[in-house]
C-alpha cells in the first residue's frame, strides 16, 4: 500500500506533469499557462540516514522557478532526454525549451497551423524518445517529428516530418524499447493511441501499422516488459492501453492488429470510469502478495473520478486503491528516482510512498478516507484571471472529453498536508 507524505497544491489547474528521468524533480504545466518546477528531498539510502524526512513527512519542497510561460494554458510537459532541457507547448501555438535549472528559455518553435481551418492546431502531447528527436501530437491527429539538432532560435521551424496515425486526436505516446540488434540503444519507434485505434510508428519508415477498430476510445498507454514468455504469442512484452469506459487492454509486441487480454479496473454500472493515465511501478514497490512478499509487475491506473488503481499482471486485477482527489480526474502519474509515486489532478499534486510495516498493520485496522484496500474478489492579475476562465472552459472540452460530473466536493476545504517549510 501507499501513503501519501506530501500534497502540495497549485494556484490552477493542472493540465500537465513530467518527472525529470535522473533528479527528484516535479514539473506543472497549468491551466493559466504557468509553468512550474520543484525539487523534492532526497531519498535515503542504505548507507545515509540523509533523506529520511521524506519519509517521515519533515522535508522541504523547493520551488526551482515558477514563470508564466504561454498565453492561455499549458497543454504538455516534457524533459528532454538527458533532463537538461524542459520542453513546454501552449495553447498559444508555441513549443518551448527551457533550462531544467534557471528556467530561462534558450529555443521555440512555432507549431504549424490546422490545414482545415488555417488556426493554431492545439497540442496535445509531446515526448522526446531520444537525444536527436522531439515528438510534438496535435488534436488535428499530426504526429510531427523534430530533429533537435536543427537550430531552433527561430519562431518559422518546420518538421522534418509530419505524419497521421490516427484519424482522430493523439491520446497517448508510448515509446517501445530498442530491439536485441539495435547499434543506438535508443527508441526508434512508438505506439500512438488516438479514437478508437492503436498505431506504431517507426522513425525512419512512418507509420508501420495500424490496428482494428476498437469501439471504444482508447486514452493512455505504457509498456511493460520481464513479463513470463508464452509459445506461439507473447514475448514477455507487451503494451498496456487504458480506455474510455474503465477496461485496460494488452497489447503483445509484434501483435498490433488487435488487443490479446482484458483487465476491467471499474465495474460501475452503466459503464466504468476512463483510464486517463497510467504508470508502470518499479519490481516490489509497495504492494504485497497474499504470502506477504511482494511478487509480479504492477501498473498505477488513474482514473476520472479521482481514484488511482493499482492492476498487478499475471493475475489481471486490481489488487489496491487509493484516492488523489474526490471529484476531478487523475491527469499526471508517474515515479520518480526515489521510487516515490507521483499523481497529478484539478489543483493538487500529491506524493505517495510505499508504507513501512507498522503503518500498514495500523491502515489494516482502521481504513482511512482516501485509500482502501481492494478485495482479491471483488471485480498581471486581471489577464491570470481571465486566462483562467479560458483555461476553465478549454478543459471542459479538451482532449479526453470525459462526462460532465455532477457530484461536487463534500464537506469544507481540502485538508493539506505539506513538508516542514513549505511555504
Same mark, same amino acid.
Given at each position: ?36 518546477? =520543484?525539487?523534492?528531498? @532526497? ?73 482545415? /481551418?488555417?488556426?493554431?492546431?492545439? @497540442? ?33 521551424? %518546420? ?33 500512438? %493511441? ?28 505504457? =509498456? ?15 503494451? !498496456? ?45 509497495? !504492494?504485497? /502478495? ?75 485496522? /482502521? ?57
Amino acid at each position: 500500500m501507499f501513503d501519501t507524505i506530501c500534497t502540495l497544491p497549485l494556484s490552477s489547474d493542472l493540465f500537465a506533469q513530467a518527472i525529470h528521468p535522473s533528479e527528484p524533480l516535479l514539473a506543472v504545466g497549468l491551466s493559466v499557462g504557468h509553468v512550474q518546477t =520543484f525539487r523534492l528531498p @532526497p531519498v535515503a539510502s542504505d548507507d545515509s540516514k540523509v533523506g529520511l524526512a521524506s519519509e517521515n513527512g519533515f522535508g522541504q519542497v523547493e520551488t526551482n522557478w515558477r514563470t508564466r510561460r504561454h498565453k492561455g494554458s499549458c497543454r504538455c510537459l516534457g524533459f528532454s532526454y538527458d533532463g537538461e532541457a524542459l520542453y513546454s507547448a501552449g495553447t498559444d501555438g508555441l513549443v518551448k525549451a527551457a533550462s531544467t535549472t534557471t528556467g530561462q528559455v534558450t529555443s521555440k518553435i512555432t507549431l504549424p497551423l490546422d490545414p482545415k /481551418n488555417s488556426k493554431t492546431d492545439t @497540442p496535445s502531447l509531446l515526448h522526446a524518445p531520444t537525444p536527436q528527436t522531439l515528438l510534438l501530437a496535435t488534436d488535428s491527429s499530426a504526429l510531427h517529428l523534430y530533429d533537435l539538432r536543427s537550430p531552433t532560435s527561430s519562431l518559422t521551424s %518546420t518538421p522534418q516530418q509530419t505524419h497521421h496515425p490516427h484519424d482522430d486526436y493523439i491520446s497517448s505516446l508510448t515509446p517501445l524499447p530498442p530491439s536485441d540488434t539495435s547499434t543506438s540503444g535508443l527508441s526508434k519507434q512508438w505506439v500512438t %493511441t488516438g479514437g478508437t485505434t492503436l498505431a506504431v510508428t517507426d522513425i525512419r519508415r512512418g507509420v508501420l501499422v495500424r490496428s482494428e477498430d476498437q469501439e471504444e476510445e482508447l486514452l493512455s498507454s505504457v =509498456f511493460v516488459g520481464g513479463l513470463p514468455a508464452k509459445s506461439g504469442r507473447s514475448k514477455g512484452e507487451k503494451v !498496456l492501453v487504458g480506455g474510455a469506459g474503465g477496461v485496460l487492454t494488452l497489447w503483445d509486441r509484434g501483435m498490433w492488429s488487435d488487443q490479446g487480454e482484458r483487465i476491467i479496473v471499474d465495474h460501475s454500472a452503466g459503464g466504468g470510469e476512463s483510464l486517463d493515465t497510467l504508470a508502470v511501478l518499479p519490481d516490489g514497490l509497495g !504492494l504485497q /502478495n497474499g504470502a506477504g512478499g511482494k511478487s509480479g509487475k504492477h501498473v498505477a491506473v488513474g482514473l476520472g473520478d479521482g481514484r488511482v488503481a493499482f492492476v498487478r499482471l499475471g493475475v489481471n486485477k486490481v489488487v489496491s486503491e487509493v484516492r488523489h482527489d474526490e471529484v476531478e480526474s487523475v491527469v499526471g502519474l508517474g515515479v520518480d528516482v526515489g521510487g516515490r509515486l507521483i499523481s497529478g489532478g484539478g489543483q493538487v499534486v500529491k506524493v505517495w510512498h510505499e508504507m513501512v510495516e507498522e503503518e500498514q498493520e495500523d491502515d489494516d485496522e /482502521n481504513l482511512g478516507v482516501g485509500k482502501r484496500r481492494v478485495d482479491s474478489d471483488s471485480g498581471d492579475e486581471a489577464e491570470e484571471e481571465s486566462s483562467e476562465d479560458e483555461g476553465k472552459k478549454e478543459h471542459k472540452r479538451r482532449k479526453r472529453r470525459k462526462r460532465i460530473k455532477g457530484k461536487q466536493r463534500s464537506g469544507g476545504p481540502p485538508h493539506v498536508i505539506a513538508f516542514k517549510g513549505m511555504d
